[in-house]
């Protein structure tokens, strides 16, 4: 059974970075694509990029691109997204997801991690 | 990018009611499209994928049909744990983009 494993919630501050980790269990980790998604409080989905581990390179959204970093350590089965600059709107709960054997997205989901941004 | 409106935003619905809801897409993204369920602070969950393939384990009460720009997820009879927020997804072009969601409510 496939299981995505994310940190914990996180409170920063204006400005700072956060890292949130993704940790698969349970079957291919490498060959699959590992996306995120974050949706801030009391509003919609939204698709912040993807990486296929076994490729390495990452896709990022337009509107993220600058401050997201996607990675991914094989060796350990773990995704991860660094944002950086972060703002109030930052403030959301995030996602990974992972897609399935027929490489389509966000089959699998992790439960999550809320990042406050508060000064 | 691809924008995905939904239609409606919101509706209200009964138990046994049929239900369709609309996802049309700003370009044409073949099938490359998901729906997915989210209950208040719960995780979303991918209902159909491939526009019209029913996840594993979910009811067949569930339908999605269409291609090209415009797709429906179809509920043919409510029951009380479908009352929720709906998304639809393209991943037809990267970014992939969400439609902004059909909230499902008790009538």
């Known amino acids: 059974q496939v299981q995505l494993v994310q940190s914990g919630a996180e409170i920063k501050k204006p400005g700072s970075s956060v890292k949130v980790s993704c940790k698969a269990s349970?079957?291919?980790?490498?060959?699959?694509?590992i996306s995120w998604v974050r949706q801030a409080p009391g509003q919609g989905l939204e698709w912040m990029g993807r990486?296929?581990?076994?490729?390495?390179?990452?896709i990022y959204a337009q509107k993220l691109q600058g401050r997201i970093t996607i990675t991914a350590d094989t060796s350990a089965n773990t995704a991860y997204m660094e944002l950086s600059s972060l703002t109030s709107e930052d403030t959301a709960v995030y996602f990974c997801?992972?897609?399935?054997?027929?490489?389509?997205?966000?089959?699998?989901w992790g439960q999550g991690t809320l990042v406050t941004v508060s000064s | 990018d691809i924008q995905m409106t939904q239609s409606p935003s919101a509706m209200f619905a009964s138990v046994g009611d049929r239900v369709t809801i609309t996802c049309r897409a700003s370009?044409?993204?073949?099938?490359?499209l998901a729906w997915f369920q989210q209950k208040p602070g719960k995780v979303p969950k991918r209902l159909i994928y491939?526009?019209?393939s029913l996840q594993s384990g979910v009811p067949s009460r569930f339908s999605g049909s269409g291609s090209g720009t415009e797709f429906t997820l179809t509920i043919s009879s409510l029951q009380p744990e479908d009352f929720a927020t709906y998304y639809c997804?393209?991943?037809?072009?990267?970014?992939?983009?969400f439609g902004q969601g059909t909230k499902l409510e008790i009538k």
């Open positions: 997801a992972r897609g399935d054997n027929g490489g389509y997205p966000l089959d699998y």
């Open positions: 349970g079957g291919t980790f490498s060959s699959y694509s």
């Open positions: 990486i296929i581990p076994i490729i390495g390179t990452p």
């Open positions: 370009q044409g993204i073949s099938n490359y």
């Open positions: 491939a526009a019209s």
């Open positions: 997804l393209q991943h037809d072009t990267y970014p992939q983009t």
